[in-house]
């Protein structure tokens, strides 16, 4: 019963996304500081601008910016432990230094043309995390090394804390022009979640059938990137509108990818492991038209004279198991759970139900595999009326 409540609370950030279902599949390009030891790409602007992070042959963390091919290093000037986390339209680079020490204490950094500054949430360490076209910037602070990290968002000199109510620990990682803050929250059992947050209010994200959820970064289209913990296997996903598509990288060998960041062309960028990548290496992810989608699935439902009808129109390049739950009077029921083979083109099954009107009904519908889990989902709501 908990996943389908996630469900039907994710329907109300679904519902303010401005775009459809995101279709691509994606070539796949790796990001590697030359000589590193640990690449972790983590901001993407429009211009195809990548900021992160590495680790030299020292152990010592360098920010840097790639370009198309050309790798070149963001240090803060004289410091010694350097981070680059987000970058906007303007080139507009945050993230975080040390001067002396690797666990800090660590102060938020911005980086407009080759101008460098620093600002820290007042009295705590601070990481700036991403930035949008305004200039604002939201990121993570606390008192010190090992003590409960708090997001935050800072608008001008104005700093604003954000932490999802009763969560032990709170992540901001995303921000759109908009204002539409997005990151990871560790609840009262230990688990991570996702969330969403706008002026106040906000909003819990749980991956259908995961026991954890990690979200990262959002862009102007409202879409979010992150990755699922699922029979304890970790996998990336990009979300808009009610539906969940896979994110996996295609490198040989390949495992635990973990998108962090998308920009408007819905490029994104995050980090995997592979056995010449032990300790983690980073991809872009560039949508292709010429690469048929893993899975896509657009689910409905109408509701007239006491029938409703649903209908479910599936693609899909590989074997999968198809499980459909209909929340119907705030009570889940599963359809049915079978297994289907390769169907392109695409099929489309409609099934009339009869029921009385009930109020809001949530109808999910999920595409899973053996290797990945589920690898897409989707939801859909509909107002039966009587009540």
């Known amino acids: 019963m908990s996943r389908l409540k996630c469900a039907a609370a994710l329907a109300v950030v679904a519902l303010a996304a401005t775009a459809t279902a995101a279709e691509a599949q994606y070539t796949y390009t790796k990001i590697m500081y030359p000589g590193s030891t640990w690449t972790e790409a983590s901001g993407i602007n429009d211009a195809g601008q990548i900021v992160g992070t590495y680790t030299d042959t020292a152990g010592v963390a360098h920010g840097f910016l790639y370009q198309n091919g050309v790798y070149s290093k963001l240090d803060y000037p004289g410091m ?5 986390f987000g970058i906007n339209e303007a080139g507009h680079v945050v993230g975080s230094f040390s001067e002396i ?17 620093e600002y820290d949430f007042p009295g705590n360490e601070t990481d700036g995390r991403a930035i949008n076209s305004n200039g604002d910037i939201v990121g993570i602070y606390n008192a010190g090394y090992g003590t409960p990290d708090h997001g935050f968002l800072k608008v001008g000199d104005t700093y604003t804390s954000v932490d ?22 560790r609840d009262g059992t230990g688990l991570l979640k996702g969330f969403a947050y706008k002026d106040g209010a906000y909003s819990s994200i749980m991956y259908p059938t995961a026991t954890e959820t990690y979200i990262g970064g959002i862009n102007n289209q409202n879409a979010m990137v992150g990755w699922k913990v699922e029979g304890g296997k970790v ?17 040989a060998n390949s495992a635990n990818t973990r998108p962090r960041a998308i920009n408007d062309g819905g490029q994104i960028v995050g980090t995997y492991t ?8 980073s991809f872009l992810a560039t949508p292709s038209p010429a690469v048929l989608p893993t899975c896509d699935q657009t689910i409905g439902m109408t509701y007239a004279n006491g029938t409703l009808n649903t209908s479910f129109t599936l693609n899909t390049g590989v074997v999968t198991t198809w499980t459909t739950w209909l929340v119907y009077a705030g009570v889940p029921y599963r359809l049915w759970s079978l297994p289907l083979g390769v169907i392109r083109p695409a099929q489309t099954v409609a099934v009339p139900i009869q029921l009385a009107p009930a ?9 899973s595999t053996p290797t990945n889990g589920t690898i897409c989902a989707d939801f859909t709501t509909l107002n039966m009326g009587g009540s």
Do not use: Q
């Not at 010694?80 to 680059?84: D, E, I």
């Not at 949530?362 to 595409?367: D, G, Q, T």
């Open 101 to 117: 020490l690797p666990r800090g204490p660590y102060h938020a950094s911005l980086r407009v043309g080759t101008t460098w500054s």
């Open 359 to 367: 109020g809001t009904a949530v109808l999910a519908s999920y595409l």
């Open 235 to 251: 996998g990336g996903f990009m979300t808009v509108a009610g539906k969940f598509r896979p994110v996996i990288a295609t490198f």
């Open 164 to 185: 999802y109510p009763g969560a032990s620990l709170t992540y901001v990682f995303g921000l759109n022009d908009a204002g539409w803050v997005t990151g990871t929250y």
């Open 274 to 281: 592979s056995p010449e990548c032990a300790v983690g290496c």
């Open 80 to 84: 010694a432990h350097n981070y680059a």
